[in-house]
């Protein structure tokens, strides 16, 4: 029985020390809450870890009984905080790794461990990205306002962005996959085939969202800085 606590803590306070790591440079008040609350379940574990290393049968009592309805308490309260809107609402590939060959596109990823993570405010992974479903039950959802009410391109899956960040979700990326993309920005081609005006539309597009966020702060003064940057080729 000690052996198998013994495992079951070491794999416990690994899963805290990865969340915790996850949260180092987090800034947001309600990300440094959810750390605090997570060392505080570390040192939890940590407790009965040292419990479990001492001998005899009076100690043992502890960590024989007690240890797996702490551990449960433990695991119950981390998938608590997983389930959080201000988790991680999206991640997705780096959209700038991709070819047009099938031969030289990633054949499979099964894990992303050992991938470089990177959080980002500035716009959601729409093109290869899992989104929990939780983001848009708690009303994140595409603009649907004019100009976003007809054809066009550029600047959705920023304000999709904005939205997920001002309900504390995280956007996240992970690099090491190229995905299949056969022809990029190709609906930028066939819609001035077609006769419209890309150029105007995307520039609307591009006003609503800043008028849209220029009045908050948090968003101002980051994201809305790179994409009053942005341009169209």
Not at 91 to 96: F, K, P
Not at 117 to 130: D, V
């Amino acid at each position: 029985m000690r052996k198998d606590l013994g495992r079951k803590v070491r794999e416990t306070r690994k899963q805290l020390a990865h969340h915790i790591d996850s949260l180092e440079e987090v800034r947001q008040p309600k990300q440094q809450q959810e750390r605090e609350q997570l060392t505080v379940l570390a040192d939890y574990a940590l407790g009965i870890q040292t419990a479990l290393n001492f001998e005899g049968a009076a100690p043992f009592v502890y960590p024989g009984v007690q240890a797996y309805d702490a551990l449960d308490e433990i695991e119950t309260s981390l998938q608590a905080l997983e389930k959080r809107g201000h988790r991680l609402g999206c991640i997705g590939a780096d959209c700038l790794e991709h070819t047009p060959n099938r031969a030289q596109a990633s054949a499979c990823l099964y894990t992303i461990d050992g991938c470089k993570l990177e959080t980002t405010t500035l716009l959601a992974w729409t093109q290869y990205g899992m989104f929990w479903r939780a983001v848009f039950e708690d009303g994140c959802r595409f603009e649907e306002n004019a100009p976003f009410n007809q054809v066009g391109w550029g600047f959705e899956d920023n304000d999709l962005a904005f939205q997920m960040e001002m309900k504390g979700y995280l956007n996240q990326r992970f690099f090491g996959m190229t995905y299949l993309h056969r022809a990029a920005r190709s609906s930028i081609r066939i819609m001035r085939e077609q006769g419209v005006d890309v150029t105007t539309l995307y520039k609307q597009r591009k006003q609503f969202v800043i008028d849209k966020w220029a009045a908050t702060p948090q968003i101002n003064k980051g994201p809305l800085v790179e994409v009053r940057r942005a341009f169209i080729r």
